[in-house]
């Protein structure tokens, strides 16, 4: 598996729909996700640090990991099929440790706001990156 860190959100030049960029730590490779605009927006307001008056729902999501005690661990992004990305967030609880399915736009706005490390498969990285120059 491959640390990577989100490297800002960018619109796609056609239709002007909200992607994703992660960046590996060497900053060679970038992998691009589209993912939607709510997502996108609450991508944003994780990385400006910006807290809402009320929570929202990724907030909430923080919210309730808290209170039961539970500590999101790491986001996987473990496959790529038909052009849909997919993950899970790992979140232990005492010696516990479950893996949840989840969309890699909800999984990546949580693991910002919990400053958790953001992990994706090498055969993923492989078949979807695009270099950075």
Known sequence: MIEMKVAGIALDA???NPIVLLRDADERRALPIYIGQAQAESIISAIENYHPPRPLTHDLIVNML????MELERVIIH???DSTFYAVIRVRQGDTIKEIDA????AIAVALRTDSSIWVMEEVVADAS???D
Do not use: C, H
């Not at 969309?103 to 909800?106: A, F, H, N, V």
């Open 14 to 16: 056609a239709k002007r």
């Open 66 to 69: 808290e209170a039961w005690g």
């Open 79 to 81: 496959a790529l099929q």
């Open 103 to 106: 969309r890699p736009s909800d």
């Open 130 to 132: 695009i270099p950075v």
